[in-house]
């Protein structure tokens, strides 16, 4: 079956130091993947997401994040989080293929909180 | 702002009751996407509508449907409503064609509470 794992519900970190949310997916062939975060009250918004090409991939408020083949992971980082990070993050998969047209498989999310 | 407008954003019925909620993708997107996020279930795919036709279904119940009209906008009904479908749902939309690669583009979300 097709999945995605946060293994972390909640990461805490200090502000200014780096921040890491780990992701890990189980999907046949070459998944496309996905980092959407959501703020209270508020629908998700898209991070950044890897298609094809250079392992790292940079996004949206100095957001990056490592895809790993070997590992079947795709971990968010920050070099130095903001109080203003403190969000609940999704990671999602498309799966390839063409009875997958963009429906997208979410993991469960992991909370950041970043303290002053 | 992501261009995606749903209503309402909140809605309380009773069970057994009928509600349709209304999305509105960005402006030339023609992929619809309907989810719902539960605390029990998380995040999940129910529906997908590619220039008013369906696409590609996930797990949504029998009692659900929905439909993208010529516009584009896109009503999801749910019917003979129970204390479980209580949820944000939302819709969301892509660029364009339903390439999967596409980031999607979400709406604030329908609060639905069944009592």
């Known amino acids: 079956a097709q999945s995605v794992a946060q293994p972390e519900d909640q990461v805490n970190v200090a502000e200014g130091n780096p921040l890491t949310v780990k992701c890990t997916y189980s999907v046949s062939g070459n998944p496309y993947l996905f980092w959407y975060v959501q703020y209270p009250n508020r629908g998700l918004q898209f991070l950044l997401k890897?298609?094809?090409?250079?392992?790292l991939v940079k996004g949206s408020y100095g957001f990056e994040a490592e895809f790993n083949k070997s590992q079947t992971s795709f971990h968010l980082k920050k070099p130095s989080a903001l109080v203003s990070d403190s969000a609940l993050y999704f990671c999602?998969?498309?799966?390839?293929?063409?009875?997958?047209?963009?429906?997208?498989?979410f993991g469960q999310g992991t909370t950041l909180q970043v303290k002053p | 702002d992501s261009g995606v407008t749903q209503t309402p954003k909140h809605l309380i019925t009773a069970t057994g009751q009928r509600v349709t909620l209304r999305c509105s993708p960005r402006?030339?997107?023609?992929?619809v996407y309907w989810y719902q996020q539960s605390l029990d279930q998380g995040l999940q795919f129910l529906i997908q509508?590619?220039?008013?036709?369906?696409?590609a279904k996930g797990n949504i119940l029998e009692r659900f449907s929905a439909q993208q009209f010529p516009d584009l906008h896109s009503e999801l009904n749910l019917s003979s409503l129970e204390l479980g479908d209580s949820a944000l749902y939302f819709c969301a939309s892509s660029f364009a064609g339903a390439k999967s690669y596409n980031e999607q583009f979400f709406g604030p979300g329908t609060r639905l509470t069944v009592l």
């Open positions: 999602a998969v498309s799966p390839p293929g063409s009875s997958n047209t963009g429906k997208l498989i």
């Open positions: 890897y298609i094809t090409g250079d392992n």
């Open positions: 402006s030339g997107d023609l992929s």
């Open positions: 509508y590619y220039n008013g036709e369906e696409r």
